[in-house]
């Protein structure tokens, strides 16, 4: 028997444009974006990142909870990007992913920079930090 083409199939479409088949799929996809809507929200109305990242969905209570000293005013040193060690990068917004973009001027040769980094990057970020600081006094 031959069947006829085109079939029509049923899709469902996410707000960032995504189209799946499952709508299980686009619905815990769209919970991702949502949730990095309200992450960044939060983070850029002055809560902590810890504190930001739980609110959105990416994060479990007690985990990571250096996260918490972490805010979008705070300036981080991430060495690899730049040509000194002053803080400089800070992080900015959540992707649903659960990735955090990380952005600033700290002497980069190319000047300001960003890039998406882990939280596990970012709190090490933080405890290298840290751990300068306090050799350093």
Known sequence: MIDTWPH?????????????R???????????I???VIATKALRDGQSLGASMRAGGFLA?????????IFASTKLVISHWQCRDQPGYSPIDVRPDGLVRVFGDAGSWSGPYG???????????????????????
């Open 115 to 137: 890039n998406w980094c882990s939280l596990h990057e970012i709190a090490e970020y933080w405890h290298w930090q840290r751990r300068r600081s306090e050799v350093g006094s």
């Open 8 to 20: 029509e199939i049923q899709a469902f479409e996410t707000s960032d444009g995504n189209i799946y």
């Open 61 to 69: 209570v007690g985990i990571l909870p250096e996260l918490d000293s």
């Open 34 to 36: 949502d949730g990095a």
């Open 22 to 32: 499952s709508l299980d799929i686009a619905q815990a996809h769209q919970k991702r």
